[in-house]
């Protein structure tokens, strides 16, 4: 008889660690969270020469015709027309 007692004891003491006590409210909250972030509306950015400006550091450099290739040229600050000739300057570009 002590040796069937002893017997289950191991067994329910070696399976007892095997069972986890987590509980799935974290996991939940967790997926109830992400689906409250929406995703960003649009992920292109506005390609004006304030707006390069402000995130490339010299906002007077995006019009000045002799500056660094850095800043980039001045086709991506300028509006040209079917004949290609320039008809102004891109300070603001909004995408809808």
């Known amino acids: 008889m002590k040796t069937l007692t002893m017997a289950i004891l191991i067994a329910l003491a070696v399976t007892a660690p095997a069972q986890t006590f987590t509980s ?3 996991r939940k909250a967790a997926e109830r969270k992400k689906l409250l972030n929406p995703p960003p509306v ?3 950015e ?3 020469a304030l707006q390069r400006g402000a995130r490339g550091g ?3 450099q995006m ?3 002799k500056a660094p290739a850095k800043y980039g ?3 991506d600050s300028v509006i040209l027309d079917e004949s290609g000739k320039w008809r102004g300057i891109k300070f603001l570009e909004f995408f809808f």
Do not use: K
Request: glycine content about 12%; cysteine-free; proline content about 11%.
């Open 24 to 26: 799935t409210q974290q």
């Open 46 to 48: 506005g390609n004006g």
């Open 73 to 75: 040229t001045s086709a």
């Open 63 to 65: 019009v000045n015709p």
């Open 58 to 60: 010299n906002i007077l």
């Open 42 to 44: 649009s992920p292109r």
